[in-house]
């Protein structure tokens, strides 16, 4: 194939300079027929291989090859024949060739027959539709690489975002990122549309029917929305949501955020949508924000009080004044005997009810076999029972973390007081925690240790001169009343005191 150069000067020297055919091929070295095509058409012709190149390492194979593929097509999706595969079992027949030459022959066949896939293009009106979808990334919290999972929800007509992180895919997650992104859009949207995620459907059954899951028409009645749910691998039925998965991940997720908790994780990706809402899409008149406040007053009004969005189990208390949810074992105040008690779990909380009330909030764990022990919980317990305090499991992992001045003062109460009463002294301190902070505690009982009332009562007043530490008092001004400059400063007469012995 000769280039673009050589086919312009093929042209001008038969059209402007007048020469032949055979004189153009004998002076620029192209074969006449070269010379004929540059002069039927100046733009180069695309090369057509005008018989199959010979293999004859691999061609006596390739029926064998074709027939393997067709097989495969009806083989279950994740048992089917792979490259690999093929390879070797035409090498067991004989084949003498390399893998990769398989490989590319079986890329070849898969593309012909590969059918291109072509979509309708859509267009939403204000406030009828959302999308929603679960999507993954890895972020550093507290110093650890962790695999967080993304809730994102999109308006299809506004393409305003909502993202926000949870530590698994819970049910409870599920809803909590659905309230949270109807108060950012301020509003609910009348149709969100799905995959056949478990937390919502149940079973699928025949059509675009959906027999979903009854937490979540509970959760779908307090809004009052509407669910669409895509048919199963068609993921294209909500692309606007599956392609701001990938829009969150590349362009709030990279560099990889680091922080110290959640919380901080989706303030970054809630600063993040809000600066997105200036962005104006392509072939989009309008920013996101414009559109969004066109779109807002079509939404569906937030309810009056928002869903509870946890789980409920009823949980019995065991003798270390626990109770179990999903492997775990969280602590209870012991100083009460609980009966009928309620867990609620929430995606980053776990609640502990007796009737109705919350008498235990622990933050939820997501391992297994874990003890979740707030120490608070078992300083009643240990008042009674001192000679517990050196091995008491709560007590000594808060030992690790409490700051030294506590092992000043449990040293000098228990050295004044041997018998147990030093540890209960210092367990009536810590009971403090309960209802101060722990950096005024601390700086009380270094106060205290001051001062030399290294005792309960010491530090509790302590902690009341650190909350109201008063002004000083000023002198008092007797100069109107000259007869009271005197008061105070008369000598005591303790005559008076002879009279209680009986003496004259």
Known sequence: MI???????????????????????????????????????????????????????????????????????????????????????????GYTGSEPTVRRYIAQRRREKKKRQVYIPLEFDPGTDAQVDWGEAVAIIGGERVKVQLFVMRLCYSRKLFVKAFPAQKQEAFFDGHVAAFHHFQGVPHRISYDNLKIAVQRILQGHKRQEQQAFIVFRSHYLFESHFCTPGQGHEKGRVEDGVGF????????????????????????ACLADDRRRIARQPLTIAQAWEQEKPYLLPLPARDFDCCVRRTVTLNPYSQVEFESNRYSVPTDGAYQNLVLKAYPFRVDILYLDE???SHPRCYGRQQDILDPLHYLPLLEQRPGAFAHARPIRRWRQEWPEVYERLLAQLQAKWPEGRGVREFIRILKLHGRYPAALVTQAVEQALQYGCAHADGVELCLRQLLNPGSPASPLDLSPWPQLMGVGEQAPDLHCYDQLLGRT
């Open 3 to 93: 280039s673009v150069e050589d086919r312009e000067e093929i042209r001008r020297a038969y059209f402007i300079e007048n020469k032949s055919l055979r004189q153009i091929a004998r002076e620029l070295g192209h074969s006449r027929e070269t010379v004929r095509k540059a002069i039927e058409s100046a733009e180069p012709t695309a090369y057509t291989l005008k018989r199959p190149r010979s293999s004859p390492v691999l061609g006596p194979y390739k029926a064998r090859i074709d027939e393997l593929l067709a097989q495969s097509e009806h083989l279950p999706r994740k048992q089917r024949f792979t490259g690999r595969k093929i390879y070797e079992l035409i090498k067991a027949e």
């Open 248 to 271: 969150v991940r590349r362009n709030f997720l990279v560099p990889i955020p680091q922080v110290d908790s959640f919380e901080e994780l989706n303030t970054h990706l809630l600063n």
């Open 358 to 360: 919350v008498i235990a």
